[in-house]
């Protein structure tokens, strides 16, 4: 039998009822977890070096002073010298996944929003979302996302914390142990491993997705479970996935759901990019799919960071209908919990049918736009690509552009790039690509005027490249 609920969490559950909430998460950060203090107790002790800043960290301490990324200083070089179109200088970050093509549509709406602030915004509440909050998502998802005949979402069942990331966080963390495994097909978001590793300490096994297609197959599944030493407490789909935008088909979500079920494993789907759809009904949601559904085992994450475009806003939702779990949510989201005031700007704009209808229209055009300038791009220079079905960013076969197949040559492209032209793409090692020269174009994270300088300079820069080979 799965335990549903990780030692750690019923210890959350019980300390937040006696002790401060500042307390608890000090503690967390500086105490190792039961599992890991047990663990170090067997192993022979190490002599500790002498003036090694790290002493006074425990070790998740000392995990979470790692930057969240392994290519973190591209990514800060561009927020620092952001690219000026008037004088053609600067970083032009094309690493990040973020759309900002709609803000100036959905900005005035979340500022009549904001104009009116409830009083209770400014009080404690339950710290996972008030009523009205849980009530609009559970609507919204149910119409959006599931997009089933007959509602589904019971707002009791959804659970807010500050981002999909903190959600993620507080999930695993209610669910597994220290040194568990979690499956995530791969190539994967960069970012999971932090995610899943800083605090959680959870071992991270790739599933290898088909190459070509990309397809989530059994045997992969199978393979990656025995990689796990058969023992992974969860399999983790990002649906829409990140970073090749293909969305799972139906037969792909059933045979994770039937596989999750016959190993009593917990089945996370995170559909961040759910809503953002360059083909109108590729996405199909695992909220869907009832069939040997998995009952309690079954999460899905969902928030408005990517949809919406608002990831300053620190906007994420879990739909579980376990009930231990959302407890221990509920109680983990005192450390990072949606502001009063944000739930209450969330609750209005996502209950405005009419604004989302023609907000999430005007979007995917956006998208579909910048994401045909880059694949025009990478025709004209005939360098491969998967087709994406949604998501903000495409997933390149750069290999031949490396000066051999190796993952230093793929850092030396990288560096290129960033130093050349000044241009910030994603490398493929940190999401885990099966082969070196694959990178992530994201094409959202800047106006179509900055895409298109980017992509002047990648074709020049690569033809120049050839003209010399
Ligand atoms: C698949 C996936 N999940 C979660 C996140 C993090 O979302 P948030 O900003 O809401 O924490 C990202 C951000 O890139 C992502 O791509």
Not at 2 to 14: F, P, T
Not at 351 to 360: G, T
Request: with cysteine; hydrophobic share 45%; charged share 25%.
């Amino acid at each position: 039998m799965v335990r549903q609920l990780s030692a750690r969490a019923q210890v959350i559950v019980a300390a937040a009822a006696t002790c401060g909430v500042a307390v608890l998460a000090a503690a967390l950060t500086l105490m190792p977890s039961p599992a890991a203090a047990k663990a170090r107790s067997k192993r022979p002790k190490r002599k500790r070096k002498k003036n090694d800043k790290n002493d006074s960290l425990s070790s998740r301490g000392s995990r979470l002073t790692r930057p969240a990324l392994p290519y973190m200083g591209g990514v800060l070089e561009g927020f620092a010298e952001p690219y000026d179109a008037t004088t053609g200088k600067g970083v032009i970050l094309l690493a990040v996944a973020e759309n900002k093509l709609c803000w100036p549509r959905l900005k005035p709406r979340v500022e009549a929003a904001l104009k009116q602030i409830p009083d209770w915004t400014a009080n404690y509440g339950p710290m996972d979302g008030c009523a009205q909050l849980k009530a609009a998502l559970a609507r919204f998802l149910d119409r959006r996302i599931i997009r089933d005949e007959r509602p589904r979402v019971v707002s009791d069942h959804v659970s807010c914390a500050a981002g999909a990331a903190a959600c993620l966080n507080n999930l695993f963390l209610s669910i597994c142990e220290a040194g568990d495994s979690v499956l995530i097909p791969a190539p994967y978001y960069a970012a999971f491993d932090a995610d899943l590793g800083a605090i959680c300490a959870l071992k991270r096994i790739p599933v290898r997705l088909r190459q070509g297609d990309f397809a989530l197959t059994r045997s992969a599944l199978d393979a990656a479970y025995a990689a796990s030493g058969q023992t992974a407490k969860a399999l983790l789909l990002t649906n829409p996935h990140n970073p090749t935008g293909r969305c799972l088909t139906e037969d792909e979500l059933r045979l994770a759901v039937g596989w999750c079920e016959s190993k009593k494993m917990h089945l996370v789907s995170d559909e961040v990019y759910a809503l953002s759809l360059l083909k109108g009904d590729a996405f199909v949601s695992l909220g869907r799919i009832t069939k040997g559904a998995l009952g309690d085992r079954r999460h899905v994450v969902w928030g408005l960071s990517k949809d919406f475009g608002m990831s300053g806003l620190r906007f994420g939702c879990v739909w579980t209908q376990n009930d231990r779990l959302r407890q221990a949510l509920g109680t983990a989201a005192m450390f990072g919990c949606v502001p009063g005031v944000c739930q209450a700007m969330v609750t209005e704009l996502l209950s405005d049918d009419a604004f989302c209808d023609d907000y999430l229209r005007a979007n995917t055009v956006a998208l579909r736009l910048s994401c045909a300038a880059c694949t025009a791009m990478m025709d004209s220079l005939s360098l491969p690509y998967y087709v994406p079905d949604a998501g903000m960013f495409l997933w390149c076969d750069l290999s031949s552009l490396l000066d051999e197949k190796s993952w230093a040559a793929e850092a030396r492209l990288y560096d290129q790039l960033r130093t050349e032209i000044r241009v910030v793409l994603t490398p493929g090692e940190a999401q885990h690509a099966v082969s070196p020269g694959w990178f992530r174009i994201c094409y959202a994270f800047v106006g179509r005027d900055v895409l298109d300088a980017a992509l002047s300079k990648f074709q020049a820069w690569v033809e120049k490249k050839r003209q010399r080979a």
